[in-house]
């Protein structure tokens, strides 16, 4: 549950403010964008890469396979946003938490998702940035 003030609008205009502000992390870039990845930087995807599923009802869960917090994290280093884009990068879904709000497994009603072909899940790490998961196809 997210005890954290705002809406999907508010909280989608603070993650753009983020985003033109930092790149973005994926399976393919995180290694260029954190180095050290024998020493600090170990495992590093998998403590911040979301991964979603499909659920029999439509709904979508979201999970960071490599945490091992249900909370989103601790005062000054937590998972502060998820959220989720269509096809076409529209903005489906997005949540703000605060450090001690459970949050994994999350779920995203259907009624977000509504006609979307292909969704991406995406976290934001208050200090790590942000992290691309992979395409799930939704139907």
């Known amino acids: 549950m997210s005890s954290a003030e705002g809406s999907i609008g508010t909280w989608g205009s603070e993650i753009m403010a983020i985003k033109s502000k930092t790149g973005v992390n994926t399976a393919d870039n995180w290694q260029e964008n954190w180095p050290d990845i024998d020493g600090a930087h170990k495992n590093f ?3 911040h890469t979301p991964h979603a599923k499909v659920l029999e009802n439509g709904d979508l ?3 960071i396979p490599g945490r091992g917090l249900s909370r989103a994290g601790v005062k000054g280093h937590y998972i502060q946003y998820l959220f989720v884009r269509d096809e076409v990068n529209r903005l489906r879904y997005a949540i703000k938490f ?5 949050v994994f497994p999350w779920t995203v009603k259907a009624a977000h998702l509504k006609g979307a072909r292909t969704l991406t899940p995406y976290a934001i790490d208050v200090i790590h940035g942000i992290w691309e998961g ?3 196809a939704y139907e």
């Open 45 to 47: 995807d998998k403590k």
């Open 98 to 102: 605060n450090p001690d709000d459970e």
């Open 61 to 63: 869960q979201i999970i």
């Open 134 to 136: 992979p395409d799930v």
